[in-house]
Nanobody, 121 residues
């Protein structure tokens, strides 16, 4: 069982940066793949990025490639999403997820409650 809590969202101007954090409970966090997803109003939840338990392999949606970076600190049971060069279309609720399989689909077993990111133009 893993409990996830996101933080770090907020309001930022276009071109700015934010760093989201995902705090995880449980002693087996390092065995789980971690993904970040986002959901804008009226839209489906979409994949942003994911990384393996070790953090050595990462995958990104084309829309964020080169601007966002996923990382994790298994010693601290934390995962992060560094978001640079933010655009208004990045506005969404961002969710952290953990599961046994690294995937871009929404099949992760554990989800946080989400944190709002708003990018003004």
């Amino acid at each position: 069982q893993v409990h996830l809590v996101e933080s770090g969202g907020g309001l930022v101007q276009a071109g700015g940066s934010l760093r989201l954090s995902c705090a995880a409970s449980g002693r087996t966090f390092s065995t789980y793949a971690v993904g970040w997803f986002r959901q804008a109003p009226g839209k489906e939840r979409e994949f942003v990025t994911a990384t393996t338990g070790s953090g050595f392999r990462t995958y990104y949606a084309d829309s964020v490639k080169g601007r966002f970076t996923i990382s994790r600190d298994n010693a601290q049971n934390m995962a992060y999403l560094q978001m640079n060069s933010l655009k208004p279309e990045d506005t969404a609720v961002y969710f952290c997820a953990a599961g046994n399989v690294l995937t871009s689909t929404r099949t992760y077993a554990y989800w946080g409650q989400g944190t709002q990111v708003t990018v003004s133009s």
